[in-house]
C-alpha cells in the first residue's frame, strides 16, 4: 500500500483485534487520531501508539439498571391514536394500538394524566376530561361520542428503548438488552449522569477527546406495530422527544404558556420541521435549547477539568443542541463532527461556531449501506460509493475550510477493497491541501451575496431536516445542494431578519418551495410590513427569486403575495375564468446550460404583459424574469441538483444581477469547478462528472487557461 | 337529395333570397318550423310556406336611440384595476388602464361612486374614502399610499356594447353601429321595453314562437384593451352583469345588506362559478332572479296575449332566468333552447321544466366554427364535426327525451357540402325514432341513483359554466358528460341537501374537483354534521366515490374529510415526514376496460392498511376502494372523457354497490352503447367510435344479441 502524501486531520475508527491494520492504515491516510465506535473498546496497544484518541459517549443511554429503578426518568413523547369512527354514543380505544410496544410504554401517572386529550376530529372540538374515561386495566379509553364523528386519543408515553439502539438493534439483528433512554430533566437522573461521566472521565486517562453522540434527546423517531408502516414519523429537526410533564410544567412557570397534547399532536401531523414553526413552538424550543446548554455545559466542564477536549456529533441526540442556536457556544464544544453525504452537509458543519469542523465521511465501514444495499460485500463498490459523495463534499470543500475529516466502521472489511484504501489516501490528500490553501487565503468569491429566506432562517442552514435522501422532495435542498460549491456569499435568513433591515447586504433573495412550507414561508406572507420591504428592496435593485411557489399564501387577490414582482402567478382556482397573456420564451444566450432542466409546475400564469418568459414548457413558463424599478423578479417552476442545473442557478444569480455570465475563475463547462486562492496563486480545478472526463477553459488573473481533467479528477495547479 | 323518411320536431333557419332552398331542405329534413337569426328577416314566401314561425329577439339591445338618450339605463359592472405599487407616499391610476374603451364607460355618478372602493392589497386594508380623490376631468384617482404596498380602485362602469354584438362585430369586422344594453332594472326602462315589446308582437302577425335570446343580463364577458389578452374574464354562470347602483339600493332595502365593490370584485378574482358561493352571493342572485321572473313574467303574458309562445334561448342573455332555479317556472315560458356540443348539455335542457325542449345542433352554419377553423368553407368537413357532436349528444337522447332539434346560420353556405345535407337529415330521422321511443315507454335503466354532489347542487346540474371546451380543465365535466349517456339514474345535490336528508334515495354520491373549488365543495366541508351525516349513510351501505380532491379543506387533521371512508388522503406538506402504508395494485377483473386511462394525481397516501388498491402508478393510487361499515369509498384520483373512461366509471358505479359488471341491455364494448325501451321491444344500440366498425355482444330479455356496428352508426332492433 502507498502510504498517504501528507498527515494529520484524519480520524480513524481503530479495531481491536485488528491493531496491525489499524495502524498501517493510519499511516496510510495520514490519521492523527483514532477513536472507538459504538459498542467497540479500543486495546491498550492502539492507545498507546502515539495517536489521540477520540471516545465516543452516549450520555443517557447504557444505564438500564438505574433507569428500571428510576422508570419515571425515562424520555417520554406525545402520541395520539388514528382517527377511529363512532358508531354510536360510545366508543372505545386502546390508545397502544398501532405502536411499536417495544418503544413506547402509555404513562397515566396522575401528573401525565393532566395533559390527555380526546379529540372529536371531525366537529374539531377537545373533549372534556369527563366525556372519557381511562381504564388501567384494560389500557383502553372509552369515550362519549356523536355518533359518525371521528375521535383520538392523545397521550404521553414514555419511551422505553433508545431509538438508535432500537434501529441498530433491529436492523442487525441483535440479541442484546434494549438500552432505555434517561431523561435529564429531572434532579436525580442529571446527578446520576454527572457522577457517571466523573467516572468515567476519571477512569479513560487515555482519551483526548470525548465525543458526544450527542447530548440528551433524539430527533423524534415513532415506530408503528405493523412491518409494513415500521416508521409512523420521523423528523431529523423536531423536539418532539424532549417532551415530559416535568418540562411542559417547568416551560409554563418559565413562560406562562400551558402545552398541550395538540401543541405537538397538532392534528395528527405533529409538527414537522417542513412547516413553519407557531410561536410556542419556537417558545419551546428555546425553552429546551436553554436547558440542553445549561446542563450541556456543566458536562462539559467536567470534561474540560479532567484536560480532555468535549466534541459533539451533530446527530442522533443533537435535538436541543442546535449548533446555530443562542445557546451553542456556551456549551463550550471544543469540535463538532457531522456524517455527510452531501456538500450542504459539509457547509453546515464548517459554519458551526466551534474551534474544529470535522466530517464523518460515507460510505461507513460496513458491510451494507444506506436501504441494505451491499457496501463493503461482495456485490458492493465502495470506492464508487465514495466517489459520489467525494464528488458532492469536495465541492464545498473548495468554498469554505473543514479541519479533520474520518471514517466510521470496522476495518477489517477493508482487507478485500484495497482500491478504496488508495482511493481514501487520495481524498485525504486532497484535504489536506485544500485545508492548507483555505487557512493561507481566503477562496476567491463572485461579489454576489445569495440570502436563502425561509421560517427558519440562520437558525437552521443548509439543511431542512436531515441528509438530502431524506429530504430530496423539497426543492429547496437541491437549492442548497448547489449553492453549497457555487463562488457565492451565501446566507440564511428567516422573515423576521427581512423586517429587521437583514437585507442591506443582499444581491439575490432566494425563496424556494411547497405552498405552506416552512420553505416557502406560509403564513409569513400575510405581512404586508415583509412584502413592503422585499419590495423596496428591490425596487432599489435588489433581485428576489421565486421557486416552485415562492411567497404563497391563501386568502389574498394574488396567490404569490410577490406576484407582482416575479410577473407570476400560479391559479389556485379562483382565476380559471381570467384571461392569460400569452406564453412566449425569448430566450437569453446562455443562460439555460446545455443539460439543465427545469421541472415545471402547473397552473401557472403572467401577471403582466411585460413579465420576459425565458423558459416554457407546454405553454407554461418554466423561467421568467421581471423588471421591477431598478431590481427585478425571477421565477424558477422547479429545481433539482445536477452539475448542469447549479450552473442554471450560479447563471440565474449572475444575470439577474446584471453581470456577464462569464466571469474571473469560473470554467466554461457546468461539470467543472474551481476555486482560486490568490495568495497562493492556486487554481484548485475538479471535475464533478464521475463517467467522464471533461475540458475547460477557465479566465484567470493570468489569462485563460485550458485543463483537461479526467473523471472525478482534482488538480492543484499554480499560475 | 334525398327526402328525410319522417318528419317533425324540427327548427330551419330560413334564408330570405333562399327560398327554393329553405324549402327544399325544410322537407329533406323534416322540418316543421322556420326560424330568423340575429340580424336575418324572413321573406314573405317563407312565413307564408306553412310552417310554424320561430322568431327571435333580443329585447334589451337594438334600440340605441332611446339608450343614448338615457344613458344611465345602460347595463354596468364592477370594474377593478390590476395592482399598482406605490414608490412613495402617492400614487395615481387610471381606472380604466387596460380595460376595452370601446365596451366600458365610468359610471361616475355620486350615486354609483358610493360603491368605489379602493383598497390596500399588500394589507388587505379598504382606504378610507379621505385616502383617495378622483378626477373626472383626467379620469384619475390619486391614493395617499404606503410606500411599496399595492393598490386597486373598483368602480362601476357603464356597459356601452352589448357582448354578444360586441363578440360578432370584431370577429366579422362588422361596421354596423355598436348596440347598446339596456338595464330594465330602472322603471323607465321597463316601460319602454315592454311597450316595444308589446308593438312588436302587434307587428309580427306571422311568428308563432317568439324566442328570446334570452332575456336581459348577459353572462359577464370583460374585455381588455390589449389584443393579446382581450378576454380579461368570462363565466358563463356569473351574475356582475347585472349591478348598477339601482340594484345595490334595492338589494339593501329588501335584504339588509349593502353590497360593496369587493363583493363582486373579491381581491379581482372577481366571484367565479368554480369557487363556491357566498352566502352573500346566493342572496344577490336570489333577488336577481326573482327580479328577472317578474318582469319576464310580463313580457311572456304580452307574448301569450298575442297568441304566440315563447320560448327562452339557455345562452347569452341567460343570467337570471336560472331554468332550475325556484322562479323560473312563473316565468311561463313554453320551451327552452340549448344550443350543444356535448351530452350534459343535453340533459340539462332536457330536465328544465317546460314543455319544449329543444338543442340547437352544432356546427352552426356559418363559413368558421369555434377557434377560427374553417367549417362551411374550403378546408371544412361540416360533416365530421357534425358526427363529433351527435357521438356526444346521441348518448343523452338514449338516455331521456328531447322535443325538438334544429340548425342555426345560412343555408347558402350548404350548397357545397350534400353530404352534411344527407347527414343531418339521418340525424333527424334517428332523433324521431328515438323521440317517439320515450314517448311510449322509459328507457331502461339500471337500478342505480348517482348524485353529483357539489356546491350548486340542483340549480345549477349537468354543466359548470357554460360548455365543455370552456370548461375540461374540470374533472366533474368529464364525469357529467360521462353520466349523461350512462343507463343509470343521475341527481345533483348540494352540501345542504345532504344535511337535510337528500341521500335517503341514492345509491352512489360522487365529489369531484380540485380542493377549493364549487366542485369539490371548499368550506363546505368544514361542517361535521354534513360529514357524519355522508359518513352514516356510507356505513349503512352507501358509496362515497370521490374524485381528483373530493371533500378536501384545509385546517383538519385529515385533507380529504372523507378520507376515513375513502382511504386515501393528500399531504398537503404537513405528512412529509409520516410513514407511509405500501401501495401495490389488488385489482378487480374487468372493472377497468382496455383503454381506460386514470389522470394520476400527486402527494395521495393511503390512510390505513386495508385501502384496497386497484390501479397504482409510479407508487401512488390511482383508484382505491376502502369499506366503510356495508358502504363503501372509492377513491379515483382523476377522470377524463372516453368511452372507455365512461365505461370504466359505469363499471366503478356497479362494482362499489355489489353488483356484477354484466348486466341487461348492457354491451361488452365501452364504445357500444345501448338503450332498451320494453314497451316497444325496441334496443338501441349506438356506435360512440366516429372511426372504427364495432361488435358487440348485448345480454337481452331475450338472450345475447350480437351486433355489428360500422362507425358512428345507431341501430333500432326490435327484438
Same mark, same amino acid.
Do not use: P, Q, V
Given at each position: 500500500m502507498r502510504i498517504g502524501h501528507t498527515q494529520g486531520g484524519f480520524t480513524l475508527p481503530g479495531e481491536s483485534g485488528c491493531e496491525d491494520l489499524t495502524l498501517e492504515l493510519a499511516r496510510t491516510w495520514g490519521a492523527d487520531v483514532i477513536r472507538d465506535s459504538d459498542g467497540t473498546q479500543l486495546s491498550d496497544e492502539l492507545l498507546c501508539a502515539g495517536y489521540d484518541i477520540y471516545s465516543t459517549i452516549c450520555l443517557i443511554r447504557d444505564h438500564n439498571e438505574w433507569a428500571a429503578q428510576h422508570s419515571e426518568c425515562l424520555q417520554q413523547t406525545f402520541l395520539c391514536t388514528q382517527p377511529r369512527m363512532a358508531e354510536g354514543s360510545s366508543l372505545t380505544v386502546a390508545p397502544m394500538e398501532g405502536f411499536f410496544t417495544e418503544q413506547f410504554r402509555v404513562n397515566d401517572s396522575p401528573d401525565a394524566r393532566r395533559f390527555w386529550q380526546v379529540w372529536d376530529r371531525t366537529a374539531e372540538k377537545l373533549l372534556p376530561e369527563s366525556a372519557w374515561r381511562w381504564d388501567t386495566v384494560q389500557g383502553t379509553v372509552t369515550i362519549e361520542t356523536e355518533p359518525f364523528h371521528a375521535y383520538t386519543v392523545s397521550f404521553l408515553a414514555y419511551r422505553i428503548w433508545e431509538e438508535i439502539n432500537m434501529y441498530n438493534h433491529v436492523t442487525n439483528a441483535w440479541q442484546s438488552e434494549h438500552l432505555m433512554p434517561i431523561d435529564p430533566c429531572r434532579p436525580e437522573a442529571r446527578a446520576f449522569l454527572t457522577d457517571w461521566l466523573e467516572n468515567w472521565c476519571k477512569t479513560h486517562p487515555h482519551t483526548n477527546v470525548v465525543r458526544f453522540t450527542s447530548l440528551f434527546y433524539n430527533f423524534v423517531w415513532i415506530w408503528g406495530s405493523d412491518k409494513r408502516n415500521q416508521t409512523l414519523f420521523t423528523d431529523w429537526g423536531s423536539y418532539d422527544f424532549t417532551v415530559s410533564e416535568t418540562m411542559l410544567t417547568e416551560f409554563e412557570k418559565r413562560n406562562g404558556w400551558r402545552l398541550t397534547a395538540e401543541d405537538f399532536i397538532n392534528q395528527g401531523n405533529y409538527q414537522v420541521t417542513h412547516m413553519p414553526p407557531s410561536e410556542k413552538k419556537c417558545r419551546y424550543m428555546d425553552f429546551i435549547q436553554e436547558f440542553v446548554a445549561d446542563y450541556g455545559k456543566e458536562l462539559v466542564a467536567i470534561v474540560h477539568r479532567y484536560g480532555k477536549k468535549a466534541y459533539v456529533f451533530y446527530d442522533d441526540s443533537w435535538v436541543g443542541v442546535e449548533p446555530y442556536g443562542p445557546y451553542f457556544p456556551q456549551i463550550g464544544f471544543d469540535g463538532v463532527i457531522k456524517c455527510v453525504f452531501s456538500g450542504y452537509e459539509a457547509r453546515m458543519c464548517a459554519g458551526t461556531p466551534a474551534q474544529t469542523h470535522e466530517l464523518r465521511l460515507h460510505p461507513y465501514l460496513f458491510p451494507v449501506g444506506l436501504g441494505g444495499a451491499p457496501t463493503f460485500q461482495a456485490g458492493g463498490d465502495p470506492t464508487r460509493d465514495a466517489k459520489a459523495y467525494w464528488m458532492h463534499v469536495r465541492r464545498a470543500l473548495l468554498r469554505q475550510k473543514i479541519d479533520r475529516i474520518g471514517l466510521g466502521g470496522? @476495518?477489517? @472489511?477493508l482487507r478485500e477493497f484495497p482500491d478504496f484504501v488508495k482511493y481514501i489516501a487520495d481524498i485525504a490528500d486532497e484535504f489536506r491541501a485544500l485545508r492548507a490553501l483555505h487557512e493561507q487565503d481566503e477562496v476567491y468569491t463572485l461579489p454576489v451575496t445569495v440570502a436563502v429566506l425561509h421560517s427558519w432562517g440562520g437558525l437552521r442552514p443548509w439543511t431542512l431536516s436531515g441528509h438530502f435522501h431524506e429530504t430530496y422532495m423539497h426543492t429547496l435542498i437541491h437549492i442548497n445542494e448547489a449553492l453549497a460549491g457555487l463562488p457565492v456569499h451565501t446566507r440564511f435568513i428567516s422573515f423576521e431578519d427581512v423586517k429587521r433591515g437583514a437585507l442591506s447586504e443582499i444581491d439575490v433573495v432566494i425563496n424556494a418551495g411547497r405552498a405552506g412550507t416552512a420553505w416557502s414561508g406560509g403564513a409569513a406572507w400575510d405581512d404586508a410590513d415583509l412584502i413592503a420591504k422585499l419590495n423596496a428592496w428591490i425596487w432599489q435593485g435588489g433581485v428576489f427569486l421565486g421557486v416552485e411557489e415562492p411567497s404563497a399564501a391563501p386568502g389574498h387577490g394574488d396567490f404569490f403575495r410577490m406576484a407582482r414582482v416575479l410577473g407570476v402567478d400560479e391559479d389556485t382556482g379562483a382565476r380559471v375564468c381570467h384571461g392569460r397573456w400569452p406564453v412566449q420564451a425569448q430566450p437569453v444566450d446562455g443562460l439555460i446550460p446545455e443539460g439543465a432542466n427545469i421541472p415545471a409546475h402547473g397552473h401557472l400564469y403572467l401577471t403582466d404583459a411585460d413579465t420576459r418568459v425565458l423558459c416554457a414548457a407546454d405553454g407554461i413558463p418554466t423561467l421568467a424574469a421581471h423588471n421591477f424599478g431598478k431590481g427585478r423578479g425571477v421565477y424558477l417552476s422547479g429545481f433539482s441538483y445536477s452539475s448542469e442545473n447549479a450552473r442554471l442557478l450560479l447563471n440565474l444569480l449572475l444575470w439577474s444581477t446584471g453581470r456577464p455570465l462569464t466571469q474571473m475563475a469560473l470554467s466554461d463547462h457546468p461539470a467543472v469547478e474551481c476555486a482560486w486562492f490568490a495568495a497562493r496563486k492556486t487554481l484548485v480545478v475538479a471535475n464533478n462528472d464521475e463517467a467522464a472526463p471533461h475540458t475547460a477553459q477557465i479566465e484567470t488573473e493570468k489569462g485563460r487557461v485550458t485543463v483537461e481533467l479526467v473523471p472525478c479528477e482534482t488538480r492543484f495547479l499554480t499560475l
Open positions: 470496522y @476495518l477489517h @472489511l
